[in-house]
């Protein structure tokens, strides 16, 4: 599968933006998909993960409730729809693809794909 990510930006703090992260290659519809992001000098960090199906998503702490994760098999892609930036979330968002566990995607290791990275930039 390749991933390609895009809709990353500059936005100021309170803000929103939609990343996208388009699949090829695979049949789209049987992996779980994720989103990670590194900042700088940090660790790559769990955001969101979301079934195959589309039925179950998971998030870390840090931005429930101001981002959802949703895909449309239909079209290859999953989106991350960001609302109430802040400057923490400020990083290069991954997005990614692994077989769907059935208990939630939070680890790196249990993705096989990944796309090159999309830059979110939240100014205060």
């Known amino acids: 599968v390749q991933l390609q990510a895009s809709g990353g930006g500059l936005v100021q703090a309170g803000g929103s933006l939609r990343l996208s992260c388009a699949a090829s290659g695979r049949p789209f519809g049987s992996y779980a998909m994720g989103w990670f992001r590194q900042a700088p000098g940090k660790e790559r960090e769990f955001v969101s993960a979301i079934s195959w199906s589309g039925g179950s998503a998971d998030y870390a702490d840090s931005v429930k409730g101001r981002f959802t994760i949703s895909r449309d098999n239909a079209k290859n892609t999953v989106y991350l729809q960001m609302n109430s930036l802040k400057s923490e979330d400020t990083a290069v968002y991954y997005c990614?693809?692994?077989?769907?566990?059935?208990?939630?995607?939070?680890?790196?290791?249990?993705?096989?794909?990944w796309g090159q990275g999309t830059q979110v930039t939240v100014s205060s």
């Open positions: 990614a693809a692994g077989p769907d566990y059935g208990l939630g995607n939070r680890e790196e290791y249990e993705y096989d794909f």
